[in-house]
């Protein structure tokens, strides 16, 4: 269940860091603020998949 | 950009920044085991590819670059976001790699639990160094 469920965070990873690629390259957004404004994407997809897959309950 | 290896970029970085790497990546491992313990494993196995070392990595990354430009007598601020941008590139590839260790452990952990972390390990290589091959070639 664990590794099912980490499928899901690596995924979030990939979006994360592609968020962040995007703030760096785009916005010209300082690292270290890009880094910490992603995490919400981080959360939002890891979070949003896994109780569209799973009971959180 | 060409994602590339550079063993002479191992020598510009400072012990205490390896630490620092590595610490973020032991303490966030140790967080995730407490947070699996305490909401499950679904919640754990999540928190398993929580983004720990890229923030520490592209802050640095960027730091450095900005620090190499000033040295020059240049103020080059975009260079330094290009260069951490190249970093979170390579993570949204290693990330795929990811995804295919997770899926393998998922398949072969119940039959053999050593050999499971063994094909995974392995999967993530191939997966991710041909993800990036691609990312070259296209």
């Known amino acids: 269940m664990e590794a099912h469920s980490m499928v899901l965070g690596a995924l979030a990873l990939a979006a994360y860091s592609w968020t962040v690629c995007l703030l760096l390259k785009k916005l010209m957004v300082p690292s270290v603020i890009a880094t910490i404004v992603a995490l919400v994407v981080w959360f939002g997809f890891a979070f949003g998949l896994s109780a569209m897959l799973f009971d959180l309950t | ?138």
Request: a positive charge; hydrophobic letters at 60%; one cysteine or more.
């Open chain 2, 1 to 138: 950009m060409i994602v590339r290896f550079n063993l002479g970029a191992l020598s510009e970085v400072r012990w205490y920044e390896y630490l620092i790497r590595f610490v973020l990546g032991g303490a966030m491992t140790v967080v995730a085991g407490l947070i699996a313990a305490r909401f499950g494993p679904i919640i754990g196995g999540l928190f398993l590819a929580f983004p720990a070392i890229l923030p520490a990595s592209a802050t640095l990354i960027e730091k450095h670059q900005r620090e190499r430009k000033e040295s020059a007598g240049l103020m080059v601020m975009r260079r330094g976001k290009d260069a951490a941008a190249l970093d979170a590139a390579g993570a949204v590839l290693g990330s795929f790699g990811l995804v295919a260790f997770a899926l393998i452990v998922c398949l072969v952990i119940e039959w053999t639990p050593p050999l499971a972390l063994v094909l995974a390990t392995v999967t993530w290589l191939v997966v991710s160094v041909s993800a990036w091959m691609l990312r070259r070639w296209l």
